[in-house]
């Protein structure tokens, strides 16, 4: 069988129109504004209306990509939607992106990997079209994270926001696209990263509510330093597989986590800071919608040419990491 490869064929992202500033933090929580920029990096982040949903945000996004793309809703074939905050348990959000959409051929379905989802769902996606079952896959992040912070914890609500980015991706001619595409999990570290309550083993009642079992629970300091060992060997590791080197990297987006975190990784890689892709003071950590909402604002300012090898490295909960490389 010949191989197809296959690349990005338009991106898209969408934001709610509410903003937390650290201002607003301050007022909330025993913080500050320098202790969040020096350790995080983070000025703001976006933040979700009560009668906002997740869904909305990813159909934006979604329908910016595939207008992009040129191509019709009703040719994709595969919609993967990353997110750790789908609309409701059943059915998934990829479902009802799909009605809304009106993409009915599609197979649809959720990635449950956190800040990894995206990178997870590239490489699904360019397995599918590499194996010849399917030919236009719809990939997005999409998180309303804010919803699941216990704003009396600043250890953690002062990090997250919310948004979603999608990507069309189809065949490309051979040399282009996605050259590499690795994704990875360790369980034996779910406990670093993880919302106990909502599901059949913490449950749901009054009290686990009332305990805020359904937040996001995290142990930053531990997390810091897997997710930078992580992000920079699976970054290695791709562009071993691709044949390149990171001299060859036009643009790393790197998962927005921490400025601190990004900063370690790149310099763990030996690549130019210019070279790396950074917006996390503006929108702070989203997950899985991070990376694809980075990669469409460096496509819209003009920052990717034709021929430009792009490097994308992920880490979350779970843990799980990846990391993806382009050539546009
Ligand atoms: O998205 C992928 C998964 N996420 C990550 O990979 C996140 C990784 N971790 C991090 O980004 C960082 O560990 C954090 C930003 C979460 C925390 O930064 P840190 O430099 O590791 O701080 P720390 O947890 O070691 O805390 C240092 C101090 C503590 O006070 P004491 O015990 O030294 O008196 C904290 O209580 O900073 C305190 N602190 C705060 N102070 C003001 C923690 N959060 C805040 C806050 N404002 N918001």
Not at 116 to 141: H, K, N, P, T
Not at 220 to 228: M, P, R, T
Not at 263 to 270: H, P
Request: charged share 20%; proline share 2%.
């Amino acid at each position: 069988m010949s191989k197809l490869n296959s690349g990005i064929l338009g991106t898209g992202h969408s934001f709610p129109e509410g903003i937390l500033t650290n201002a607003d933090l301050e007022r909330i929580v025993d913080t500050s504004d320098e202790w969040i920029t020096t350790r995080t990096g983070i000025k703001q982040r976006r933040k979700a209306a009560p009668d906002e949903y997740t869904s909305q945000f990813a159909v934006r996004a979604s329908r910016q990509a595939i207008a992009r793309a040129g191509i019709d809703p009703a040719d994709i074939d595969l919609i993967l939607c990353a997110t750790v905050t789908p609309d409701q348990i059943l059915p998934s959000t990829g479902c009802l992106i799909q009605a809304e959409l009106g993409a009915h051929k599609a197979a649809a379905m959720d990635i449950v990997a956190a800040c990894s989802g995206f990178l997870y769902g590239l490489s699904l996606a360019d397995a599918m079209i590499r194996g010849g079952q399917s030919e236009y896959a719809l990939v997005i992040g999409a998180e309303i994270l804010t919803r699941y912070v216990d704003y009396t914890d600043r250890s953690t609500c002062v990090l997250f926001g919310d948004g979603a980015g999608a990507a069309v991706v189809g065949a490309v001619e051979s040399g282009r696209g996605i050259l590499a595409a690795k994704i990875r999990s360790d369980g034996r570290y779910q406990d670093q990263l993880y919302a106990p309550g909502g599901g059949t083993k913490g449950g749901f009642s009054a009290e686990t509510i009332a305990r805020g079992d359904h937040f996001f629970k995290m142990k930053g300091n531990e997390l810091f330093k897997i997710a930078v060992r992580s992000m920079a060997d699976i970054s290695r590791e791709v562009l071993l597989e691709a044949g390149l080197t990171t001299e060859d990297v036009k643009l790393f987006i790197p998962h927005q986590a921490n400025q601190r975190i990004t900063d370690a990784v790149a310099n763990k890689l030996n690549v130019d800071t210019s070279m790396v892709y950074s917006n996390i003071a503006m929108h702070g950590n989203t997950s899985s919608a991070s990376i694809p909402i980075g990669l469409d604002e460096c496509v819209t300012a003009g920052r990717v040419q034709k021929g430009d090898v792009i490097l994308m490295a992920s880490f979350g909960g779970g843990v799980t990491w990846g990391g993806v490389v382009v050539r546009w």
